[in-house]
């Protein structure tokens, strides 16, 4: 008797254990793709970040203090800032 109560306690547990199972595979899945899609996302960012920070390492603080004395700039001027 003891044994049969064991065993059918078990089942019970299993079948939950099952259920809680396959809720947590969608969500590994749903986690996945969400995962992959930020990667991917970031595949794009980093060479633009990468590309930004030469950009701003080339930057002369004298060219700024140049532009302060501009008292008119010319068009071109304003166009690249």
Do not use: H, T
């Amino acid at each position: 008797m003891i044994i049969a109560k064991e065993n059918e306690d078990a089942q019970e547990i299993k079948k939950i254990v099952s259920v809680e199972e396959e809720v947590a595979a969608k969500e590994a899945a749903e986690v996945k793709a969400v995962k992959d899609e930020a990667d991917a996302d970031l595949a794009v960012a980093l060479p633009a970040l990468d590309e930004a920070v030469k950009a701003v390492k080339k930057i002369d603080v004298n060219n700024f203090y140049e532009l302060k004395g501009v008292a008119a700039p010319g068009k071109s001027i304003v166009a690249c800032f």
